[in-house]
């Protein structure tokens, strides 16, 4: 099992940055691909961008790139989302999800950390 705990989501002007961070325990490996996702009110939930636990390899969606960075600390088990240049649409509950590396599916999820983007 693995449990997640997201924080760091709050109000923020456009063009303004937030760093979320995602605490890990449980039962980590390095075979694990860390994730984060995003629902905004009435659409459904998106994939944002994920890191190999290993940090060998990131990838993001098209709505993130060039703005958003995902990264990982070991040492303190947690997975990070920095963002910049926040946009109104980038508006949503952010979620961090863990699966296992080949799987095609997210196995874990935390509860979610509200990110509220100001005009």
């Known amino acids: 099992q693995v449990q997640l705990v997201e924080s760091g989501g709050g109000l923020v002007q456009a063009g303004g940055s937030l760093r979320l961070s995602c605490a890990v325990s449980g039962r980590t490996s390095s075979r694990y691909v860390m994730g984060w996702f995003r629902q905004a009110p009435g659409k459904e939930r998106e994939f944002v961008a994920h890191?190999?636990?290993?940090?060998?390899?990131?990838y993001y969606a098209d709505s993130g790139k060039g703005r958003f960075t995902i990264s990982r600390d070991t040492a303190k088990n947690t997975v990070y989302l920095q963002m910049n240049s926040l946009k109104p649409d980038d508006t949503a509950v952010y979620y961090c999800a863990a699966k296992s590396y080949g799987s095609e599916t997210y196995d874990y999820w935390g509860q979610g950390t509200q990110v509220t983007v100001s005009s």
């Open positions: 890191i190999t636990w290993s940090g060998s390899s990131t």
